[in-house]
């Protein structure tokens, strides 16, 4: 199973490596942080004691996350990422680096994240990744643990690489991820579609729990 879960990896990371995204989405960083959008009002509803960011890319949301949270775990299949929050996050002594395999949190404890967050990046994320990470999700959240996932609503077939789909949308809906929630023993909370880059309800935001 591994070795199929690390050949996704492969297919989905290629393209964020040492990538000119990262420096363009800068400018878009407020879409997320700002109180009258989508995202804000459900980050707002996560514990914040210690919070996990999947994907962190070069750490403009880590950014702000870590001037907010008593302790955060920066999270990127790219060593490069990592080494770029490094650099950006050295004023802060509350941060913790991780480089992962790609679909799963390892080596983060059972039990020990309040909270995890991925914003922009599970977009991408092929339904065997996403399910692998809901899984882990489960073992890493501690009892009651939410998780906030921006993951892609594009009913699209398989047969073609994501990147050519719309804003390189992989195929998911918002009904799948919550079935695939459920199966993966946590609990969905909340779940909404969101339009992206002029296409109507191109994107999902769902809010998931740990039971207990």
């Known amino acids: 199973m591994s070795s199929d879960l690390e050949k996704s990896v492969e297919v989905v990371a290629e393209a ?45 949301h880590s950014e702000v996350v870590a001037a907010m949270a008593p302790a955060l775990t920066v999270m990127d299949v790219h060593q490069e990422n990592i080494d770029a929050c490094r650099r950006r996050l050295a004023a802060f002594s509350n941060v913790a680096f991780v480089q992962n395999d790609g679909y799963d949190y390892q080596p983060v404890a059972d039990a020990s994240i309040t909270s995890i967050f991925c914003y922009d990046a599970m977009v991408h994320f092929s339904a065997d990744l996403i399910e692998s990470y809901l899984r882990d999700s489960a073992r890493v959240l501690v009892p009651g643990g939410m998780a906030l996932f921006h993951h892609s609503n594009h009913d699209a ?19 799948r991820f919550n079935a695939l929630t459920i199966a993966s023993g946590l609990e969905p909370v909340a779940s909404r ?19 207990g």
């Open 157 to 175: 077939g398989t047969t073609q690489h994501y990147g050519l789909n719309p804003c390189a949308r992989n195929a998911m809906t918002l009904e």
């Open 16 to 60: 964020w490596k040492d990538s000119p995204y990262y420096e363009d989405a800068e400018r878009w960083t407020w879409f997320f942080w700002d109180e009258t959008r989508a995202f804000r009002p459900w980050f707002d509803r996560l514990d914040p004691r210690n919070i996990l960011e999947l994907a962190c890319g070069h750490g403009r």
């Open 193 to 211: 579609t969101l339009d992206w880059g002029g296409f109507v309800d191109l994107d999902g935001l769902s809010l998931v729990r740990r039971p």
